[in-house]
């Protein structure tokens, strides 16, 4: 477990996206507690909580750094998140939305690897939607919860991964992971490795130059303390480039929420609990407060990806 002196900053780290030592401290916030799994919960709603963070001169990426930084991999293994299931309606149609844009990017894709899969509702997704689809996951609770809840087996770990030795996909899937490691040049070499021909890698990340990020700084909702990378798009784009990947297509992310989920997240920013609380005991509020609906706040790439050459 990472103590707290593996929380301060060390100042002298190079840029991971494009190597540059030009560096400045962006966000300096010091951790006290010593970082635990249950401090990288997908549900964590602790928004503006993170690792003392850097920016890099040149390409703009902002990352933690911090001695031990590189120990995060075992922290995930030990997450546990009970919390995470509670979404799955709103989730399901994220993961619909994100396989139909990879259809229609790639229509003869037969094959697909989530990596990164969480509890395996896109892998369970993708595979109705007649992928031959795979998946892989740090946390042994969200592999297991993967079989429990979702009936699909996912590989427990990270890439590159043994069992993926030598396998070709049309889509990889990156959601929501490229943020939460130490290398981001290493993550994507590995996933460039197992596309196949013609095969595409599907990105979902957010995007630090984005107005909600800069108007809301260091209260912006995305950060968090499992998030020690910030991209821009000239960031994005330098890593792609460092592993002969090209972007073919820029989108913003949309999400899935229900009213209930983003009237208990604004209590972070607004005196809203009291509200909220009458809200849930009377019938038609009730009833407003479980429909799910379509949120886009352009703060979030999705970024559509092939091989160079």
Not at 78 to 97: A, I, V
Not at 214 to 220: C, K, L, Q, V
Not at 242 to 270: G, P, T
Request: aromatic share 10%; proline share 6%.
């Amino acid at each position: 477990m990472p103590s707290q002196a593996e929380s301060q900053p060390t100042g002298n780290a190079p840029c991971p996206v494009c190597g540059s030592t030009n560096v400045r401290p962006w966000k300096t916030r010091k951790i006290k507690e010593h970082i635990t799994p249950e401090d990288l919960r997908i549900t964590d709603a602790r928004y503006g909580l993170t690792l003392p963070l850097v920016k890099c001169g040149e390409c703009g990426f902002r990352f933690a750094d911090t001695v031990g930084v590189e120990r995060l991999t075992s922290l995930y293994e030990r997450l546990t998140d009970p919390e995470y299931e509670e979404g799955h309606s709103s989730r399901l149609l994220q993961m619909r939305w994100l396989i139909s844009l990879a259809r229609e990017a790639h229509p003869d894709a037969k094959t697909a690897l989530d990596v990164g899969a969480a509890s395996g509702l896109l892998v369970a997704e993708t595979q109705r939607a007649g992928f031959n689809a795979l998946g892989i996951e740090p946390s042994r609770s969200l592999v297991e919860a993967a079989r429990r809840h979702h009936g699909v087996k996912i590989l427990p770990g990270v890439l590159p991964h043994p069992d993926l030795e030598g396998m070709r996909f049309d889509v990889i899937f990156l959601v929501d992971v490229i943020e939460h490691v130490s290398d981001p040049i290493d993550l994507l070499q590995c996933c460039a490795d197992r596309l196949a021909d013609r095969g595409i890698l599907l990105i979902v990340t957010p995007d630090v130059s984005s107005f909600a990020a800069r108007a809301f700084g260091s209260r912006w909702w995305h950060c968090r303390l499992a998030h020690v990378g910030y991209f821009n798009q000239k960031s994005l784009e330098r890593a792609f480039e460092r592993v002969d990947l090209h972007a073919f297509q820029w989108l913003r992310a949309k999400w899935f929420f229900s009213v209930d989920y983003l009237a208990s997240r604004l209590e972070s920013y607004l005196p809203v609990a009291w509200f909220n609380r009458i809200a849930r005991r009377i019938g038609p509020l009730r009833w407003l407060y479980a429909r799910i609906i379509p949120l886009n706040l352009l703060d979030s790439y999705v970024v559509l990806v092939k091989r160079a050459r």
